[in-house]
């Protein structure tokens, strides 16, 4: 067990240290920063944005010293009331005003208001603030807590008939996340399958296999290089997660839309419980075509292929939205290479039943355990077979008992 560690460490601090390897783990992180930083500056550099709007009431139904707690968010520009047209243009002249609104004589009836601006129409913040001004202006002669009530709306909570889950119809996370998760564990992998890939292949071809091979047996060889493998994808996500955590907080007090936001710690353990042992079962797959192969080129080529089998979820999104239970869904569920990305899109959908979140991952841990298991026997093979690639044929025969010539 203690040469199992040796392995472990050693294949960790020897990827950790690579150049390409600290230029992915740092050079993400500092793409999220600059990313918010350019959403920060632009929501709120827009000075035209800032500027207050201005309201012609022709039709009069606005009340004369509405107090503006009566209708202002915490976003959303000041409202002005002018008196004639002549004068709210004149204003947006003069770059006093964003834009301004004229209620027609017979607004009450139509409904229809006329907007005049110079550059761009005025933004949702805006919108939703002139919303907020028109309603407490018709609302003005009702009764406080209805004023109150009609003006914030209402939040509609979804809860499932068992009580297991709910979401609230504000909750854009809880929706959105799931396909965010999946998108980022196809970058990962993507990005990881090369270190992957030369956990055996570069070692081979300089003959070093070999010398580890004299003090250290193939089993404890591959299944510490494996969790070598894995604590170096960890280190490299959880950089990321870091980053994009921080990110929010930064940009949470400038965007008004991330302060709502909420983390799904549920749907976050879940993610983390599938996460580990699928990245185990793709290092397993990896290190076996590693060592079937004579060349990292090969190997490569082979891996592209591979890696297909774990974004198959992806090619049937549109059973995922049309009928999330399927029985396609339900398979790809249960199928260890799209567990993962198959629960994590479902989860924003619907409901999963326990049974088959239980079911998936016991095969997919079974699967993970196997896929290094057979990757220390073909590993095994492939170093009294040196020079020479391992078939198809071949890894069948040794994974029968065959003998293989």
């Not at 979820?313 to 939205?321: E, K």
């Amino acid at each position: 067990m203690h040469k199992f560690w040796l392995v472990a460490r050693a294949e960790y601090l020897r990827l950790v240290r690579r150049r390409a390897f600290l230029l992915a783990t740092f050079g993400m992180p500092l793409l999220i920063m600059l990313i918010i930083g350019v959403s920060i500056l632009l929501s709120v550099r827009s000075e035209r944005g800032n500027l207050p709007l201005g309201v012609v009431d022709e039709a009069g139904v606005l009340v004369a010293d509405l107090a503006p707690e009566r209708y202002a968010g915490e976003d959303g520009p000041e409202i002005r009331i002018f008196e004639s047209r002549e004068a709210a243009d004149a204003a947006l002249n003069a770059a006093d005003i964003q834009a301004y609104y004229v209620l027609n004589k017979g607004y009450l009836q139509s409904g229809q208001v006329e907007l005049y601006y110079w550059d761009e129409p005025p933004k949702a913040d805006a919108r939703s603030a002139f919303d907020r001004f028109m309603r407490a202006n018709l609302l003005a002669d009702q009764p406080e807590a209805v004023q109150r009530r009609l003006l914030q709306g209402v939040d509609l909570v979804l809860r499932t008939a068992d009580g297991r889950r709910q979401a609230s119809e504000n909750d854009f996370a809880s929706f959105v996340l799931p396909f965010v998760i999946g998108m980022f564990f196809v970058f990962v992998v993507m990005g990881t399958a090369g270190y992957l890939l030369q956990a055996v292949t570069t070692e081979k071809e300089n003959r070093m296999v070999e010398v580890m091979f004299t003090s250290v047996g193939s089993y404890k060889l591959i299944a510490g290089k494996a969790l070598g493998l894995m604590a170096v994808a960890l280190t490299q996500v959880g950089m990321w997660i870091l980053a994009v955590a921080v990110g929010v907080m930064i940009a949470a007090r400038y965007i008004t839309f991330l302060q709502t936001l909420q983390a799904p710690w549920g749907f976050l353990g879940l993610v983390l419980l599938f996460f580990l042992p699928t990245y185990a079962l793709i290092a397993g797959i990896m290190i076996t075509v590693g060592s079937m192969v004579t060349e990292l080129q090969q190997a490569q080529q082979i891996a592209g292929m591979v890696n297909l089998l774990f974004v198959v979820p992806f090619f049937f999104t549109v059973f995922l939205f049309t009928n999330p239970d399927n029985a396609v869904m339900v398979a790809l569920t249960l199928f260890p290479t799209t567990a993962f990305i198959t629960v994590a899109m479902r989860w924003g959908v619907t409901v999963i039943p326990i049974w088959q979140l239980v079911l998936s991952w016991v095969l997919l841990a079974g699967s993970a355990v196997t896929s290094v298991w057979v990757a220390a026997r073909v590993f095994r093979v492939g170093m009294l077979r040196y020079g020479q690639s391992i078939s198809l044929r071949g890894l069948y025969a040794l994974l029968s008992g065959q003998r293989t010539g």
